[in-house]
């Protein structure tokens, strides 16, 4: 291979290799795949579909009627998803990490930011695949979907994904041994997917606790979910959007100042000593 | 054979890097000779895989520059990576790709196309008789095999000058000498520069140039007469025990935070 000036070309030859390389590790992976695919099809059959009789959702926008609970809880399902996603791309990362893989990435003449970014994409990707086929379930099931709402949606879903992305990549970037991911997927993923308005409408939780409407107002992960709720019935949650990008752009750049601190030694307060050498250069 | 250039393959000046124990690294500056082997010889500790991982970029030195090929590490870091072909002391394949799987996703993140990497990583595959190895997966093959998969990898972007941290960690005899025998001839026939990191002295060949780091520090460099000269000892061993025995790895006292 001749050396080169690293041009656009090379720049798409690297995102198009760590999105093959995802969607070939994810297809291996037939657990992961089942998983993801009954995590949230348990969910909507059990869950939701067990609920509808008792639990009865006020007639919030975007939804001019009383609809029920199964429809409610797609947006949330499809936003678990990505949330789920988001944390194995980081449980993938940190994997990488100890393995030595990630290594080889950020030594790569490529700027790492940008390699970083593209894995991030590639899990974007991956969630992609999940979401239509939970979509394909759904849709055969109990819930009639509004599938060209579903379509309209895709730019929302691409940015929801990213920030859920994002928030994993920071968790990859602060957590330093693969033995202490579980416990922090696990207050970072129920916090996140319960203090919501995935399962429940904000203004039925201040209902019973204005503490945990305030909670979930201030989660990243309501605004994903509402960003993905109106696009599905083709409207623009404003500020969602506006929070969803704000937390992209946030998650990102702190992944990369975590990333960047891992290259760091200690803070110098002095001079090393000076040495005596015996040689000198060959 | 490629062309030599004049300035030095590797040129490191005043390279320090602390950890919270101490300095890892301090004032370290050699120069390796382009298309030669350099051994890098150090004890356990001496500080062999931090200055390793300064060289590519995984750590950034508190002071000190690293140039590659003439190519400032800082300022130039797609320049200098870019001629830099990389083998770390943990091996760093996909375990669950093939090894044309992994040749592709490397050759990616230099920037190389699917095309680029087959042609480039089958010509390599062939020259280290593993064609037959293609299309295992990495997991079915022996740790050998593996290493020399690594070595492949690091010559698919044909790389002026190969930065190998103990590629020999958990080989066998027979192979760590087929591996520092393949190393010696890339840069016999091709004129491949390579800094070999390594504690074991029987894989210094006679012609090899020499670094000593302990303790943090370059105890010596130079060619083997030199080594052996500056520390007075008839033959390598000896020297190496000399050279690491009067520099204990260093404590920086209230130097770091």
Same mark, same amino acid.
């Given at each position: 291979m001749p050396e080169r000036v690293l041009g656009p070309r090379a720049y798409l030859n690297a995102l198009t290799g760590i999105l093959w390389r995802e969607g070939l590790r994810f297809l291996k992976q037939r657990s992961r795949l089942i998983a993801a695919l009954v995590r949230p099809t348990i969910w909507l059959l059990v869950f939701a579909v067990g609920f509808r009789g008792m639990l009865e959702v006020a007639r919030v926008p975007p939804y001019d009627v009383q609809v029920g609970y199964e429809t409610y809880v797609i947006p949330g399902l499809l936003g678990m998803i990505q949330l789920f996603n988001g944390m194995q791309s980081s449980l993938s990362l940190v994997v990488d990490r100890e393995l030595g893989s990630m290594r080889m990435l950020l030594a790569a003449p490529l700027p790492p930011g940008y390699l970083l970014f593209c894995k991030l994409l590639a899990g974007v990707a991956v969630s992609a695949i999940q979401i239509v086929l939970f979509v394909l379930v759904a849709e055969a099931t109990v819930v009639d979907l509004p599938l060209l709402g579903l379509l309209r949606a895709l730019p929302v879903l691409l940015l929801t994904g990213v920030m859920l992305g994002a928030i994993g990549l920071l968790l990859s970037a602060t957590v330093r041994e693969l033995e202490n991911f579980a416990g922090v997927m696990n207050f970072v993923i129920f916090p996140l997917f319960f203090l %919501?308005? =995935? !399962?429940?409408p904000l203004v039925q939780m201040r209902a019973s606790s204005e503490l945990l409407y305030w909670i979930s107002l201030f989660n990243p992960f309501t605004h994903a979910v509402e960003a993905i709720r109106f696009a599905l019935y083709g409207e623009l949650a404003g500020q969602a959007l506006l929070v969803v990008a704000g937390c992209t752009v946030a998650g990102f750049a702190l992944a990369l100042r975590g990333y960047r601190a891992r290259t760091e030694g200690a803070q110098l307060t002095g001079r090393p000593p000076v040495l005596p050498r015996t040689t000198r250069g060959s | 054979m490629r062309e030599q250039p004049k300035a030095p393959a590797l040129q490191v000046d005043g390279l320090t890097f602390a950890r919270p124990t101490g300095f =890892? +690294? =301090? #004032?370290v500056s050699f120069r390796t000779r382009a298309g030669r082997v350099t051994v890098l010889l150090g004890p356990n500790g001496a500080g062999k895989t931090t200055l390793v991982q300064c060289l590519c970029g995984l750590l950034r030195p508190h002071a000190g520059s690293v140039r590659v090929l003439d190519h400032d !590490?800082? *300022?130039a870091r797609a320049a200098a990576l870019g001629r830099m072909g990389l083998v770390l002391q943990e091996p760093s394949l996909d375990l669950d790709l093939s090894v044309q799987q992994n040749l592709i996703y490397f050759a990616a993140l230099h920037g190389h196309g699917p095309a680029t990497a087959k042609r480039r990583g089958g010509q390599l595959l062939a020259q280290f008789g +593993? %064609? #037959? !190895?293609? *299309? $295992?997966?990495? $997991? %079915?093959? %022996?740790g050998g095999q593996r290493r020399r998969v690594e070595l492949v990898r690091a010559l698919l972007n044909d790389p002026p000058f190969l930065l190998l941290d103990e590629p020999t960690v958990g080989l066998d005899i027979p192979s760590r000498k087929a591996l520092v025998a393949e190393v010696h001839r890339l840069a016999a026939e091709q004129g491949t520069s390579v800094l070999w990191t390594t504690h074991l002295i029987d894989e210094v060949w006679p012609d090899d140039d020499l670094v000593v780091l302990a303790g943090g520090r370059i105890a010596a460099a130079g060619t083997m007469a030199e080594v052996l000269d500056a520390s007075g000892a008839a033959e390598i061993a000896a020297a190496f025990d000399r050279l690491t025995a009067e520099t204990p790895p260093q404590t920086a006292g209230g130097a770091v935070a």
């Open positions: %919501s308005s =995935a !399962l429940y | =890892a +690294l =301090a #004032d !590490l800082a *300022r +593993l %064609s #037959d !190895l293609a *299309r $295992r997966t990495v $997991r %079915s093959l %022996s």
